[in-house]
């Protein structure tokens, strides 16, 4: 146990939703302790220019976005800790729940969730090193950087159906490469990507590497055919992987209710999850938009409904002072 202090609000993760959520319960007095993590500021960490978050008219860069949003939440009053949680304890009644940072326990009426999720990845040579210089993961986020350039998008569901369409009004050529001759994606979503001009359906491929075109960008995609096994060189300027997303739902999970890819269920248009007092926002919980602008709107509700929540939820007296005995005597 840290201390015997009991907080209003913990917030864990940071990135959009997280310091939203962090500023709008820090202007309303509650005194929030932000688990910021030590990779703080989240995927937009990982960006260069962000074109698309209102506001910056002339853009503005990942991390100097996320560091701006961080300072106007500090400045407000909240406490950050720049470390990783390792186990969450939820009270499904209602009482204090846990949070913990390696041996470090810490209480709290309200908690926030807002973990995240993670771009799955192809785990082939160069995608790491070239991310951001060509590999992306966002289509709505970088599609304007490839305007008359060569582009391929990764995948065979919906989302790679979609971001090739969105890709296909700025880049001059759409490749979408798939390991299968059938695809995943709904028959009406293929349909429509078959009837775009600029988009071609390459199979049965998978990516075998990227490759430095030699200006430190990407240059190329050697392609491996699954069924003969050739390989094949296709030169391009930018590789949209759309095979899924990961939620960072592992500390919670077998406490809250999850959908069938990990993604946090929440109530109706809420973020209340099904425990009382601990909510949800951003990604962890977004399987459709997943962009900055709504991860943070996301945030300023769970950052509200937490508000909501311990006005209309007076502390109880009895059990609070029952945990402060078992924590000093543990």
Known sequence: MTEARIENVIIV?????????????????????????????????????????????????????????RDQAERFGTRFVTEDVTRIELSKDGGLHRVYAGDAEYRTRALILAMGAEP?????????????????????????????????????????MEDAIFLSKFASKVTIVHRRDEFRASQIMLDRARATENIELLTPYVVERFEDGGDGQL??????????????????????????????????????????????????NSTRTGVPGVFAAGDLVDHTYRQAVTAAGSGCQAALDAEWYLRDTPPDVDRVEAGAERAASS
């Open 13 to 69: 993760g940071s990135g959009p939703a997280g310091y939203t959520a962090a500023l709008y319960t820090s202007r309303a007095d509650l005194e929030p302790l932000e688990f910021e993590g030590f990779l703080w500021g989240g995927l937009l960490q990982q960006t260069t220019d962000v074109e698309n978050y209102p506001g910056f008219p002339d853009g503005i860069l990942g991390p100097e976005l996320m560091q701006k949003m």
């Open 120 to 160: 799955k990845k192809l785990g082939v040579p160069g995608e790491e090193e070239l991310a951001a210089r060509g590999v992306s993961y966002c289509a709505t986020c970088d599609a304007a950087f490839f305007r008359n350039r060569r582009t391929i998008v990764v995948g065979g569901g919906d989302t790679a």
């Open 219 to 268: 240059g190329r995609a050697v392609l491996r055919n699954v069924e003969t096994g050739e390989q094949e060189a296709l030169e391009i300027d930018g590789a949209f992987v759309a095979i899924g997303h990961r939620p960072n739902s592992q500390l919670v999970e077998g406490q809250l209710e999850l959908d069938a890819n990990g993604f946090v269920l929440t109530e109706g």
